[in-house]
């Protein structure tokens, strides 16, 4: 009994040391601003500084669509990759730099230091954000997870997973994801190409929702889903279903796939070069335009006809020659 009772004991401490929350909870410094608090190492203490500042001025931009209520906002910048997938489970791949647990008002990002260059910081806590007052204005259960993510890209303009190209080439290459498969997309486990069109995929249809109901109607959209599911709410502010959203987004997307493989085909080099040819050209034709009109006007001043029946200048005589 008492070695079973001491495996038990030995296997909770085991969890309790594989626990997400227990890196979190020691060893970090904590930053409070009025609702939002952030946890951080030592060496992430500018990132820290920076996050407050982001975090600040996105409340202040987000809270008149979507009120923050008094619950607080926790942060916590993962110092390694270790620690980041502890917190992110099966979320926890490269292509992944932060996650929210809503419910609990708490996101993880990892450090700058941990993410590829020119990763957009600003943008993914704005992102993360969102998803947690998109939870605090809805009732999580009717808003569908493609839908949540693509108000968490479109309303942060986070720059990710290179949207409008890699969309195009989803297009051309007949890889666009069912309606009735989309939100399994998003899944952790999966491939990273079907995890990135996913996230493509939602930024694009909600881009596409808002400009065919106009941004007030799709607040009022969003909003609704505190009492009714987002089918009911698209039908009720959008006059459409699902599969009608769906099949009109889909038949607007030849538009970006031209666009894109126009801009894919000509660097800025290239159409710059273009241009001047075509400007030449037309200079050129112009120029010589005007020549031929010149031309065409000399003549008519040496040979008109008054000049050929004139009666011929003395010197002008034909003459016997000098002998």
């Known amino acids: 009994m008492m070695r079973r009772r001491r495996g038990f004991g030995a296997l909770l401490l085991l969890l309790l040391f594989l626990s997400p929350t227990t890196w979190a909870q020691s060893g970090l410094l904590r930053l409070k601003d009025g609702s939002i608090e952030i946890r951080y190492a030592k060496r992430d203490e500018a990132t820290a500084e920076r996050a407050r500042d982001i975090l600040r001025g996105a409340m202040s931009d987000y809270t008149t669509r979507l009120p923050a209520g008094d619950a607080p906002i926790h942060l916590t910048i993962a110092p390694s990759l270790t620690a980041f997938r502890n917190q992110a489970g099966a979320y926890g791949r490269a292509q992944v730099g932060g996650i929210a647990n809503p419910e609990r008002g708490a996101i993880v990002v990892k450090s700058p230091r941990l993410l590829p260059p020119g990763q957009d910081y600003a943008g993914l806590l704005r992102h993360e954000l969102l998803h947690v007052l998109i939870a605090r204005n809805t009732d999580p259960a009717n808003v569908p997870r493609w839908f949540n993510e693509g108000i968490a ?91 009608e959203l769906y099949d009109t987004w889909r038949r607007s997307l030849w538009k970006v796939a031209l666009i894109m493989s126009l801009v894919s085909g000509f660097s800025a080099f290239h159409l710059m070069v273009a241009l001047l040819l075509v400007a030449f050209a037309r200079k050129r034709r112009r120029a010589q335009r005007l020549l031929r009109q010149w031309d065409e006007e000399e003549d008519a001043r040496l040979f008109s006809w008054d000049t050929l029946e004139r009666d011929p200048e003395p010197w002008e005589e034909e003459g016997e020659e000098d002998t």
């Open 153 to 243: 890209l479109v309303v942060s303009r986070e720059i990710r997973w290179s949207g409008p190209t890699r969309l195009a080439r989803m297009y051309v290459r007949r890889r666009l994801i069912p309606y009735r498969e989309l939100n399994m997309a998003f899944a952790p486990f999966g491939n990273e190409t079907t995890f990135g069109d996913a996230y493509a995929q939602a930024a694009s249809m909600t881009h596409h929702l808002i400009d065919t109901i106009g941004e007030e109607s799709f607040w009022e959209l969003v909003r609704a889903m505190q009492h009714t599911s987002f089918e009911q709410a698209l039908r009720q502010h959008a006059q459409m279903t699902p599969a």
